[in-house]
């Protein structure tokens, strides 16, 4: 964008390089304003898997992972108990 807006100013065509010019601030702003707004986006999103975790693909796997470890515990626990006996 900006060698365009170099070669418009060299072959005085003024028009064409006050778009190119205004293109070129509006989309470093458009960047800038989008850069600035993804730390507030992320934390937003981890506000919300927060407050309903088990609504989440990742919350029923979570509850999956810990309902086999609390069943193997007990498995453990009444081998052991068996052994004692």
Do not use: C, W
């Amino acid at each position: 964008m900006l060698p365009v807006a170099v070669l418009n100013a060299r072959g005085h065509k003024v028009h064409a390089h006050r778009n190119a010019m205004l293109g070129l601030f509006l989309g470093a702003l458009v960047i800038a304003g989008l850069i600035r707004a993804v730390p507030y986006v992320r934390k937003r999103a981890d506000e919300m898997r927060q407050q309903a975790p088990d609504e989440s693909l990742s919350g029923l796997l979570r509850q999956l992972k810990e309902a086999r470890t609390e069943r193997e515990m007990r498995e453990k626990r009444e081998k052991v108990r068996g052994r004692r006996r």
